[in-house]
């Protein structure tokens, strides 16, 4: 069955980085694009990137636009997403997800990201 396994959450000081990672079986991997979204304490979900099938094109919200980095490696079936400059305001939960035309239809359990000095 198709699953989505995130990892490479933690506890990270303002500034830090963190790399995350999303580990995919049941599909072909490389037939789709992929995103990443989060969901902060008390708020809704907020898409925050997302990358072509190819990994040829990415996306990112405003809010992490120069800071993220969303990559994948087909052979591997994995997705990541680097995170640098940490601020307070990223602690959220971060999903990785399946895109399918019109929307997402498999997501992973999430990883905790938490940013507090």
């Known amino acids: 069955q198709v699953q989505l396994v995130e990892s490479g959450g933690g506890l990270v000081q303002p500034g830090g980085s963190l790399r995350l990672s999303c580990a995919v079986s049941?599909?072909?991997?490389?037939?789709?694009?992929m995103m990443w979204a989060r969901q902060a304490p008390g708020k809704g979900l907020e898409w925050v990137s997302g990358?072509?099938?190819?990994?040829?094109?990415?996306g990112y919200a405003d809010s992490v636009k120069g800071r993220f980095t969303t990559s994948r490696d087909n052979a591997q079936s994995s997705l990541y997403l680097q995170i640098n400059n940490l601020k307070p305001e990223d602690t959220a939960v971060y999903y990785c997800?399946?895109?399918?035309?019109?929307?997402?239809?498999?997501w992973g359990q999430g990883t905790q990201v938490t940013i507090s000095s």
């Open positions: 997800a399946r895109g399918i035309l019109g929307g997402y239809d498999y």
């Open positions: 049941g599909f072909t991997y490389g037939a789709y694009a």
């Open positions: 990358i072509s099938a190819s990994g040829a094109n990415t």
